[in-house]
T-cell receptor, first 114, second 113 residues
Framework: AQSVTQLGSHVSVSEGALVLLRCNYS??????LFWYVQYPNQGLQLLLK??????LVKGINGFEAEFKKSETSFHLTKPSAHMSDAAEYFC????????????FGRGTSLIVHP | DTGVSQDPRHKITKRGQNVTFRCDPI?????LYWYRQTLGQGPEFLTY????????KSRLLSDRFSAERPKGSFSTLEIQRTEQGDSAMYLC???????????FGQGTRLTVV
């Protein structure tokens, strides 16, 4: 079985401040890990992914995440928040028993203040 | 590559009516997934196809729900005798044979009144 826990349903930052969105996963096999972003009434867009190799992965819009196996974490960061980053962010894990079906966390709403 | 397409984008129906949604995956993708998303929640897995075979179904997929993927191309999700609790965003996603990420459509928002 696999699961994802996203700490904090809402995160509020000022424009220009560091963004940190937390994700912890549970998986019985080596995971594939993803961060997706969702804008209102839209589908999910992939920000970045970890499959194998380098544990620090860079994505679109200046976001990056680091896979830490010992901590079972995959936290999302961005050095400087922009107003356009305000959205819902979802962490997901897949590759359990070969089905590759992504399991999502409950999401974190990022609020950016001017 | 036009991405994953879902139709309709919005559907309002009366309780007790049947509804059907369509998903057209990215053409070379043989894996297709349906998810349901309610307000303030993450997407919840409903069912998964590999080509035309429905390989997994969630406990969330009650007897009123049925999904098909004839010929391994587009897929339909039908809900019979809709209930107010069925109101949600229904998301379709696809991925290739050796998947990494799933590619999502824009979703169909269902409102049952």
């Amino acid at each position: 079985a696999q699961s994802v826990t996203q700490l904090g349903s809402h995160v509020s930052v000022s424009e220009g401040a560091l963004v940190l969105l937390r994700c912890n996963y549970s998986s019985s096999v080596p995971p594939y890990l993803f961060w997706y972003v969702q804008y209102p009434n839209q589908g999910l867009q992939l920000l970045l992914k970890y499959t194998t190799g380098a544990t620090l992965v860079k994505g679109i819009n200046g976001f990056e995440a680091e896979f830490k196996k010992s901590e079972t974490s995959f936290h999302l960061t961005k050095p400087s928040a922009h107003m356009s980053d305000a959205a819902e962010y979802f962490c997901a894990v897949s590759r359990s028993g070969g089905s590759y079906i992504p399991t999502f966390g409950r999401g974190t709403s990022l609020i950016v203040h001017p | 590559d036009t991405g994953v397409s879902q139709d309709p984008r919005h559907k309002i129906t009366k309780r007790g009516q049947n509804v059907t949604f369509r998903c057209d995956p990215i053409s070379e993708h043989n894996r297709l997934y349906w998810y349901r998303q309610t307000l303030g929640q993450g997407p919840e897995f409903l069912t998964y196809f590999q080509n035309e075979a429905q390989l997994e179904k969630s406990r969330l997929l009650s007897d009123r729900f049925s999904a098909e993927r004839p010929k391994g191309s587009f897929s339909t999700l039908e809900i019979q005798r809709t209930e107010q609790g069925d109101s949600a965003m229904y998301l379709c996603a696809s991925s290739p044979e050796f998947p990494t990420e799933a590619f999502f459509g824009q979703g169909t928002r269902l409102t049952v009144v």
